[in-house]
T-cell receptor, first 109, second 111 residues
Framework: GQQLNQSPQSMFIQEGEDVSMNCTSSSIFNTWLWYKQDPGEGPVLLIALYKAGELTSNGRLTAQFGITRKDSFLNISASIPSDVGIYFCAGQDAGKSTFGDGTTLTVKP | KAGVTQTPRYLIKTRGQQVTLSCSPISGHRSVSWYQQTPGQGLQFLFEYFSETQRNKGNFPGRFSGRQFSNSRSEMNVSTLELGDSALYLC??????????FGNGTRLTVT
């Protein structure tokens, strides 16, 4: 079946630093999604990308849908303590969603 | 608009018992998907229901089952619980080809 490789698995950064994480797949997806999960809660949708090459921002977050439709990245600029959590990418095709294993972000004040 | 609601939030069961978890989707969403989340395994897809029919299924044993009602509410059932079934069970609803919206999950502990 389809699999996503999400990296890095974890990141420890200083408050104020920028963060970058990415997902790659051997399969093509029509939609790429990025979610954030806080402890004890379900994942919350951050950004949805629908077209190859699309670059979309949501505040300090920026995500891109790769030209090949097999990858996507998420950047967080000027990180703050509340950015801590697990970030998941997901590829969606024909109504089915496949998730990466997540990137755990820790921000040191 | 109310979000996805899952009940109960926490559950403790004994090996061999069975359990039923409930999910109420966002109003108007007809698709409900279930995922199992464990620390080492990420989000594992269980199944998806649409208009009371199972549309997609993951690679879980037959002990895991689900159903959807005419109002789109869904339940999942796990029979003959094993210790390894301890996990956070997440429900997500969506419309066709739209992003999944998750509930806060049910934390199941099997002792």
């Amino acid at each position: 079946g389809q699999q996503l490789n999400q990296s890095p698995q974890s990141m420890f950064i200083q408050e104020g630093e920028d963060v970058s994480m990415n997902c790659t797949s051997s399969s093509i997806f029509n939609t790429w999604l990025w979610y954030k999960q806080d402890p004890g809660e379900g994942p919350v949708l951050l950004i949805a990308l629908y077209k190859a090459g699309e670059l979309t921002s949501n505040g300090r977050l920026t995500a891109q849908f790769g030209i090949t439709r097999k990858d996507s990245f998420l950047n967080i600029s000027a990180s703050i303590p509340s950015d801590v959590g697990i970030y998941f990418c997901a590829g969606q095709d024909a109504g089915k969603s496949t998730f990466g294993d997540g990137t755990t972000l820790t921000v040191k004040p | 608009k109310a979000g996805v609601t899952q009940t109960p939030r926490y559950l403790i069961k004994t090996r061999g018992q069975q359990v039923t978890l409930s999910c109420s989707p966002i109003s108007g969403h007809r698709s409900v998907s279930w995922y199992q989340q464990t620390p080492g395994q990420g989000l594992q897809f269980l199944f998806e229901y649409f208009s009371e029919t199972q549309r997609n299924k993951g690679n879980f044993p037959g002990r895991f089952s689900g159903r959807q009602f005419s109002n789109s509410r869904s339940e999942m059932n796990v029979s003959t619980l094993e210790l390894g079934d301890s996990a956070l069970y997440l429900c997500a609803s969506s419309n066709t080809n739209s992003p999944l919206h998750f509930g806060n999950g049910t934390r199941l502990t099997v002792t």
